[in-house]
């Protein structure tokens, strides 16, 4: 009874730990996302995807990414999907934005950015399609969206001072899986420095 009753609160505290690191990591790197904006980019980060639709982890950021969608600068925001192709496939910001269209509906300005194969080419190819957005979000499961806004502040500081939250964490959301996604999150993010996990005023 005692090694189930261990084992039960065992559980609850790794649940309990990723949900915690993923939300804070989902607040590193972000300000203030309050005033209106007249220009807003969402950018989605793709993950490899070798099959001709786009898979169960790319389909979720597209939803996130929809969703992260500001109601006051709607009319004025631009969906970038940024992803390369992996082995001989399309491109996983072709795929993304078909099942935002197709899947979704989604009927909004559309961007793609098809050649990157890695998180610094996704952030490095895309800034030419920031340079004129007020407000900037990422998206990506929390560790992964935190890596590219660093990467983005070393390489433009001035843009990085945009970002803010995305909508890609939910309390609840993928919790059985996030304790999963925090270890390798910790391990994905060991190249970061101090100030580079901070969460902003």
Same mark, same amino acid.
């Given at each position: 009874?005692?090694?189930?009753?261990?084992?039960?609160?065992?559980?609850?505290?790794?649940?309990?730990?990723? #949900?915690?690191?993923?939300?804070?990591?989902? *607040?590193?790197?972000?300000?203030?996302? @309050?005033?209106?904006?007249?220009?807003?980019?969402?950018?989605?980060?793709?993950?490899?995807?070798?099959?001709?639709?786009?898979?169960?982890?790319?389909?979720?950021?597209?939803?996130?990414?929809?969703?992260?969608?500001?109601?006051?600068?709607? $009319?004025?925001?631009?969906?970038?999907?940024?992803?390369?192709?992996?082995?001989?496939?399309?491109? @996983?910001? %072709?795929?993304?934005?078909?099942?935002?269209?197709?899947?979704?509906?989604?009927?909004?300005?559309?961007?793609? #950015?098809? *050649?990157?194969?890695? +998180?610094? @080419?996704?952030?490095?190819?895309?800034?030419? %399609? %920031? #340079? &004129?957005? &007020?407000?900037?979000?990422?998206?990506?499961?929390?560790?992964?969206?935190?890596?590219? /806004?660093?990467?983005?502040?070393? $390489? /433009?500081?001035?843009?990085? @001072? /945009?970002?803010?939250?995305?909508?890609?964490?939910?309390?609840? #959301?993928?919790?059985?899986?996030?304790?999963?996604?925090?270890?390798?999150?910790?391990?994905?993010?060991?190249?970061? =420095? +101090?100030?580079?996990? =901070?969460?902003?005023?």
């Amino acid at each position: 009874m005692r090694r189930r009753s261990g084992v039960a609160v065992a559980g609850v505290a790794a649940l309990a730990w990723g #949900e915690w690191l993923n939300r804070r990591w989902s *607040r590193a790197l972000v300000g203030n996302s @309050e005033g209106a904006a007249e220009a807003e980019a969402v950018v989605v980060l793709g993950f490899r995807n070798p099959r001709a639709t786009a898979n169960f982890i790319n389909r979720w950021r597209v939803r996130a990414g929809i969703r992260s969608i500001a109601a006051d600068s709607a $009319r004025g925001t631009r969906v970038i999907f940024s992803g390369g192709t992996a082995g001989s496939g399309r491109a @996983e910001a %072709l795929l993304m934005a078909d099942y935002a269209k197709s899947g979704l509906a989604f009927d909004g300005t559309v961007l793609l #950015e098809d *050649r990157s194969r890695t +998180t610094w @080419e996704n952030i490095t190819n895309v800034i030419p %399609l %920031l #340079e &004129d957005a &007020d407000r900037i979000k990422i998206v990506s499961q929390p560790a992964h969206a935190l890596k590219a /806004r660093a990467y983005l502040r070393r $390489r /433009r500081p001035d843009l990085a @001072e /945009r970002l803010v939250r995305a909508d890609d964490y939910r309390p609840g #959301e993928w919790m059985v899986a996030k304790p999963l996604l925090a270890l390798y999150g910790l391990w994905t993010l060991r190249g970061l =420095k +101090t100030d580079e996990r =901070k969460i902003l005023p």
